[in-house]
């Protein structure tokens, strides 16, 4: 087991597979267990995740607005991280991407949102 130097970054980045796909995962993920595919559930797995890990910055993707306002926020803001705002992605799907980092190690200086599609 490696200790970490107090020096040590953590970042974790998880995809927590939007809703809005839900009818595509049975194909791109044939092992992937029904019983654990309600949102209810699969995000406590995910939380239960970042809780394990401990990371100093949580990158999110495919994120459902419901599910970062109803479960994300406010479960990483109990764990002690600021959430940057939820972006969402450029098209008709409600989910997006979303940051949040640890309060004891940084503080946000200033936040600004920009969508792929708006680039260059």
């Not at 209810?40 to 401990?54: S, T, Y």
């Amino acid at each position: 087991m490696t200790v970490p130097c107090s020096s040590d970054l953590v970042v974790m980045t998880y995809n927590v597979l939007a809703d809005a796909y839900s009818h595509t995962w049975g194909t791109m993920f044939p092992y992937f267990d029904v019983a654990l595919a309600a949102p209810e559930r699969r995000l406590q797995l995910v939380g239960e995740d970042i809780r394990r890990a401990d990371p100093d910055i949580v990158a999110l993707q495919e994120v459902d607005k419901k599910w970062y306002e109803m479960y994300f926020e406010p479960l990483l803001s109990s764990l002690g991280y600021v959430a940057t705002s939820w972006c969402g992605k450029s098209g008709q799907t409600n989910e997006g991407c979303t940051m949040f980092f640890k309060e004891s190690k940084f503080r946000k200086l200033e936040e600004k949102n920009i969508k792929l599609t708006e680039m260059g």
